[in-house]
Every structure is written in structure tokens, then in C-alpha cells.
């Protein structure tokens, strides 16, 4: 168990419907990432958060949005969703926002969009 | 354009043997390189990291090695068990200070008992 909590564990919507991931980071991790995993396009990141701001962004789509709350919680909104956002979502959560360290993993969010 | 490739997809050993596994990059330049561990269904688990300034790093029966010349880490697991099957990624950051990783497209180890 790497402390990083993810709900819901499995999530099947409709295309165009709007859905929300939310992420508890390890006790004591200031830095949240959220990463998409698809089968063609494998383990991609979207974006970070250290202590409530935006610290980098990867290639998330307009579409989605994420945010990191005062309690450091964070979560990652999808919104007009398209078939091709089926895949798995991880948000991993490590101590610091820079200069390497391990990144602990949650055990993702399964979305399916029909 | 920027490409994380690990030599292949699927890698199949005898148990006891040293598993080796390959991560290339081009038009990267990191300042450390990680290897984590994914079972079917689950999020990746951190294994080592090794810095650009680093040649060689061990823990336990792991083994990684980072040349920024070649642009390439090999990664060593000796005397291999079953359970040591998994799909093994390498994850570098982009050399921009953040720590968020890309990730190489994984190599999924089985080994035969």
C-alpha cells in the first residue's frame, strides 16, 4: 500500500458527460501528479501540483482540469468526454516539487467511456 | 522528436538467471533516470533512481546503470525468481527542475520457473 488514495476505483460514463477523480497524497507529500495510462499510448503525464499551485504541466487537453485544495487533496475534472479518454488515471504523490525523489503511486482510476 | 524506448515489449528468462532489461532516449537531457515496477491492474512502484552524475547504482538484487553519453540505462535483475515477473518501466524527467516523469513504454518480464 503506497498511502495514495484514488476514488472511484472504476467509473463508466457516457460521451460527452463530465466526471470527477479525486486523489488523497501520502501523509506529508506536498507534490501531486496525475497520469493517464492507455494501451497505445501508455503511462503519459498531465500535470503537477506542489502545495496547491500548479507546478508543471504536461499534454492534458483543454477538456480536463485538475486542482490541488488547502487539505492538499487534489482532483482532476474531465469534461466532454470522447471514447478515446477510456484508459486508467494514477495520481502519484511524492515529498518535494523538484530535484528527483520517488513518486508513490495510487492504484488509478479506471474510467471507460461508452 | 522525443522517444523513451525500452528494447522490448515482452522478455521471458529461466529462473536464476540475470534478467536485462534496456531504456534509450533521444532528445532528453535528464538529470536522473527511474526504473518502477507495474503488476496488471495496478500503479507502478518505485525501484531505484540514478542520477546523471551516477554510473552505477545497486539495491539488492537490482542493478541499474545510466550512461548519458549513449543515452541509455541498463537495468539488472540477478538470480531472478518467478515473482520477479511484472512489466518493468524507466521513467527520466525532463531536465527542467519539475519532477514529473515520461515514462518508456515498459518491458514485460516473465520468469520461468
Known amino acids: 500500500d503506497s498511502g495514495v488514495t484514488q476514488t472511484p476505483k472504476h467509473l463508466i460514463t457516457a460521451t460527452g458527460q463530465r466526471v470527477t477523480l479525486r486523489c488523497s497524497p501520502r501523509?506529508?507529500?506536498?507534490?501531486v501528479y496525475w497520469y493517464q495510462q492507455s494501451l497505445d499510448q501508455g503511462l503519459q503525464f498531465l500535470i503537477q501540483y506542489y502545495n496547491g499551485e500548479e507546478r508543471a504541466k504536461g499534454n492534458i487537453l483543454e477538456r480536463f482540469s485538475a486542482q490541488q485544495f488547502p487539505d492538499l487533496h487534489s482532483e482532476l475534472n474531465l469534461s466532454s468526454l470522447e471514447l478515446g479518454d477510456s484508459a486508467l488515471y494514477f495520481c502519484?504523490?511524492?515529498?518535494?516539487?523538484?530535484?528527483?525523489?520517488?513518486?508513490?503511486f495510487g492504484p488509478g482510476t479506471r474510467l471507460t467511456v461508452l | 522528436s522525443q522517444k523513451i524506448e525500452q528494447n522490448s515489449e515482452a522478455l521471458n528468462i529461466q529462473e536464476g538467471k540475470t534478467a536485462t532489461l534496456t531504456c534509450n532516449y533521444t532528445?532528453?537531457?535528464?538529470?536522473?533516470l527511474q526504473w518502477y515496477r507495474q503488476d496488471p491492474g495496478r500503479g507502478p512502484v518505485f525501484l531505484l533512481l540514478?542520477?546523471?552524475?551516477?554510473k552505477e547504482k545497486r539495491k539488492e538484487r537490482l542493478k541499474v546503470t545510466f550512461d548519458t553519453t549513449l543515452k541509455q540505462s541498463l537495468f539488472h535483475i540477478t538470480a531472478s525468481q518467478p515473482a520477479d515477473s511484472a512489466t518493468y518501466l524507466c521513467a527520466l524527467d525532463g531536465g527542467t527542475g519539475a519532477n514529473n516523469l515520461f515514462f518508456g513504454t515498459g518491458t514485460r518480464l516473465t520468469v520461468i520457473p
Open positions: 502519484a504523490s511524492s515529498l518535494g516539487a523538484s530535484g528527483g525523489g520517488e513518486q508513490f
Open positions: 540514478i542520477r546523471e552524475n551516477e
Open positions: 501523509s506529508g507529500d506536498l507534490s
Open positions: 532528445n532528453y537531457s535528464p538529470t536522473y
